[in-house]
């Protein structure tokens, strides 16, 4: 599956940002889904992942009640609805995907595809 991450940008801290990352090749409603983030200097972290039919949603402790993860299969298009932003967000966030599509997992390695990424900077 080739992926297509896009959304980020500038954006004033409490202000909102939604990623879009599109699918294409593998069947995309079969995946897991999930969202990274890197910061400069900084380890590649776990943002959130949801699972083949949306069911089942797994998010970071630092990003729970401000970021939402969800998917439209018919687009073949998953989501990261980013609200109240802080400066500690700011990374270079990629997507990615899990043949395992019943699982919502934390574990990047556990991703066989990924995408390029999109810049997400938060001004104080």
């Known amino acids: 599956v080739q992926l297509q991450a896009s959304g980020g940008g500038l954006v004033q801290a409490g202000g909102s940002l939604r990623l879009s990352c599109a699918a294409s090749g593998r069947t995309f409603s079969s995946n897991g889904m999930g969202w990274f983030r890197q910061a400069p200097a900084k380890e590649r972290e776990f943002v959130a992942a949801i699972n083949w039919n949306g069911g089942s949603l797994n998010y970071a402790d630092p990003v729970k009640g401000r970021f939402t993860i969800s998917r439209d299969n018919a687009k073949n298009t998953v989501y990261l609805q980013m609200n109240s932003l802080k400066p500690e967000d700011t990374a270079v966030y990629y997507c990615?995907?899990?043949?395992?599509?019943?699982?919502?997992?934390?574990?990047?390695?556990?991703?066989?595809?990924w995408g390029q990424g999109t810049q997400v900077t938060v001004s104080s």
């Open positions: 990615a995907a899990d043949k395992r599509g019943w699982v919502t997992e934390s574990d990047a390695d556990k991703y066989d595809a």
